[in-house]
Antibody, heavy 116, light 105 residues
Framework: QVQLKESGPGLVQPSQTLSLTCTVS????????VHWVRQPTGKGLEWMGV???????DYNSALKSRLSISRDTSKSQVFLKMNSLQTEDIATYYC??????????WGQGVLVTVSS | DTVLTQSPALAVSPGERVTISCRAS??????MHWYQQKPGQQPTLLIY???NLESGVPARFSGSGSGTDFTLTIDPVEADDTATYYC????????FGGGTKLELK
């Protein structure tokens, strides 16, 4: 069955780089786009970016200067890297599968805290 | 950016009909989708392309609208529907509404 699972450090120091991995199963990254979405605790959802089936990417303009999404299709993994982390980046980070531009499967999310 | 505005929190009694609205700052055709999120859980897809019910979602949920005005309807509401509901557009990149928190009386 389709599954997505986020992993990565739960704590990042201010100004440092966040690195997260989304490991997928039940589908191929060459057939489905994968997005990253984040949610500050108690607040709404923010779309961050997408990696398309062909490997190209698009980013939220508000995050574009700090964000990078890549993948390893052989390992069924999608990677998120975001630099210069600040307290406003504290959130739960989700990856989600794109089926015709809507998100039909989501990972469970990983909470990231920014603190020294 | 396409901004989505949702109705604020709602409180209804079980068995009633509830409509949750979402207004887009520009036309998104029918590229509007709805998600349910319960506390501590990831969002789940309810309605895609404005009016299509996702597989496995109860028929009590329905969606309508096109252009800039969209509605999610739950009829009848059940206790398990307590959650926050988000609209999302995919016409111009992707953006989410601020969410509507549904509480049951």
């Amino acid at each position: 069955q389709v599954q997505l699972k986020e992993s990565g450090p739960g704590l990042v120091q201010p100004s440092q780089t966040l690195s997260l991995t989304c490991t997928v199963s039940g589908f191929s990254l060459t057939n489905y786009n994968v997005h990253w979405v984040r949610q500050p605790t108690g607040k709404g959802l923010e779309w961050m970016g997408v990696i398309w089936t062909g490997g190209s990417t698009d980013y939220n303009s508000a995050l574009k200067s700090r964000l990078s999404i890549s993948r390893d299709t052989s390992k069924s993994q999608v990677f998120l890297k975001m630099n210069s982390l600040q307290t406003e980046d504290i959130a739960t980070y989700y990856c989600a599968r794109d089926d015709n531009n809507y998100f039909d499967y989501w990972g469970q999310g990983v909470l990231v805290t920014v603190s020294s | 950016d396409t901004v989505l505005t949702q109705s604020p929190a709602l409180a209804v009694s079980p068995g009633e009909r509830v409509t949750i609205s979402c207004r887009a700052s520009e036309s998104v055709s029918t590229l509007m989708h709805w998600y349910q999120q319960k506390p501590g859980q990831q969002p789940t897809l309810l309605i895609y392309l404005a009016s299509n019910l996702e597989s496995g979602v109860p028929a009590r949920f329905s969606g309508s609208g096109s252009g800039t005005d969209f509605t999610l309807t739950i009829d009848p509401v059940e206790a398990d529907d307590t959650a926050t509901y988000y609209c999302q557009q995919s016409w111009n990149d992707w953006t989410f509404g601020g969410g509507t928190k549904l509480e049951l009386k």
